[in-house]
Structure formats: C-alpha cells, structure tokens
C-alpha cells in the first residue's frame, strides 16, 4: 500500500506556471505507474498526465499537452506535475495517483490509490 501527499497547489494568474510535487511513503515508489488528476466544481474527474515506472513513457490529456510536464524521482518517491501558461479553465483539485500494475506502462485509468488533493485556483 502507498499513502500519497500532493503540494504546491495556489492562487496564480493566468500565463503563470506552478509545480505540483506529489510525495509517496514506502520503499516501492518505482513499482507503481503515477498519474495526475483533477476534478473542477461540478464536472467529472479529468485524466491529466501519466509517467511509467522507469519514467520512460508519458502521456497527457488533451486539454494540457504542450503545457504541462510529468516527472517523477523514484529516488525520492516523488513524482511532479509542472504546468506552464495556466489558464482560468485549469483551475481544479489536482489529484496524485498510483497504480501497482505490472509492466512499464503508462495508464489513464485503473489507479489503486488516491492523495486528497490540492487546490490550483487560476485567476484571469
């Protein structure tokens, strides 16, 4: 089992960037596929970026890609979510997930487990 902490979350205004760090407990960190989500007010839960065990492989929603980047550092346990030129229709609660498939893939859905989240607020 992973317990999942994500930070960095904020108020900031649009064209601004912000970085998101995600912190997992355990020593198994490398074993699972990450990913990022996020849910605004009264709309579904959006797939937003992926990274594969061995950080290999990425994959972004549409909505992001060009703008945000995903990393993680196994050796810290840590997985990022770096997003440039933010726009008011990115303002959301950005989830960190994990999942304990196997292979070194990336996935959009499936995810094990859940951080609770993190407030990103873009002002216009």
């Known amino acids: 089992q992973v317990q999942l902490i994500e930070s960095g979350g904020g108020l900031v205004q649009a064209g601004d960037s912000l970085r998101l760090s995600c912190a997992a407990s355990?020593?198994?960190?490398?074993?699972?596929?990450m990913g990022w989500f996020r849910q605004a007010p009264g709309k579904e839960r959006e797939f937003v970026a992926t990274?594969?065990?061995?950080?290999?492989?990425?994959y972004y929603g549409d909505s992001v890609k060009g703008r945000f980047t995903i990393s993680r550092d196994n050796a810290e346990n840590t997985v990022y979510l770096q997003m440039n030129s933010l726009k008011p229709e990115d303002t959301a609660v950005y989830y960190c997930?994990?999942?304990?498939?196997?292979?070194?893939?990336?996935?959009?859905?499936?995810?094990?487990?859940w951080g609770q989240g993190t407030q990103v607020t873009v002002s216009s």
């Open positions: 997930a994990a999942e304990a498939g196997l292979g070194d893939r990336i996935a959009t859905t499936g995810y094990d487990y």
């Open positions: 355990g020593r198994t960190f490398s074993r699972y596929i």
């Open positions: 990274i594969s065990r061995s950080a290999s492989r990425t």
